[in-house]
């Protein structure tokens, strides 16, 4: 049953994210959904919950505040509580934290020279990342779908939840690109801070 859902961001949930990947997560041996802990703004979060509300879903107090910011709790096996034990689909899939719209694409924040820059994991952590990098146009689309959804998040975060994201180290990455990052995030980098 197809629920119609509109967040308070004002955005219908009928227009994709993300592109279907479906096809390439269902066959994952890795499972990004086991100990993934994305982090959650506090705005993604009251759009998380009230999506549970309108499809009536059975998970309450789906959240927690651990290592700085707030993240998803973990089920059974370290999995996301949002991940479908049986069937590992998304059950907050139109609504799903940013970094997992992203997927294999992550970020770092270089503070000293005002640069946001773009990493693929590597094929041996992500198979989906492996098929992006040998197809560069759909690379591409969906690095720009991922910087969307990553800059939303980076502007969402409070300074000290997002210091913290950016402590987590993230093996087997590839550099892919850089942009300028705004004066309001550098702003929440700023040492006085910390």
Not at 89 to 110: Q, S
Not at 150 to 170: C, G, R, S, W
Request: hydrophobic share 35%; net charge neutral; aromatic share 6%.
């Amino acid at each position: 049953m197809a629920h119609k859902f509109s967040s308070r961001t004002g955005k219908t949930s009928s227009k994709a994210r993300q592109a279907n990947f479906l096809n390439y997560c269902e066959r994952c041996a890795t499972n990004c959904c086991v100990e993934a802990r994305p982090p959650i703004s506090s705005k993604r979060k009251m759009i998380i919950e009230d999506y549970l509300k309108a499809i009536d879903s059975e998970i309450e107090n789906a959240f927690q505040e651990k290592n700085s910011y707030c993240s998803p709790i973990e089920a059974e096996g370290n999995r996301c509580c949002f991940s479908d034990s049986e069937t590992g689909k998304c059950l907050v899939h139109k609504v799903k934290p940013e970094t997992c719209v992203a997927g294999p694409v992550t970020f770092d924040i270089d503070s000293q020279r005002g640069r946001i820059e773009w990493y693929l994991k590597t094929a041996k952590i992500c198979p989906l990342a492996g098929a992006l990098f040998r197809n560069k146009s759909e690379l591409q689309r969906h690095l720009e779908s991922a910087k969307r959804e990553l800059l939303t998040l980076v502007h969402d975060l409070n300074a000290e939840a997002l210091q913290a994201i950016l402590k987590i180290e993230e093996p087997d990455i590839l550099k892919i690109g850089e942009d300028d990052v705004d004066a309001e995030v550098l702003m929440k980098l700023k040492p006085e801070r910390r």
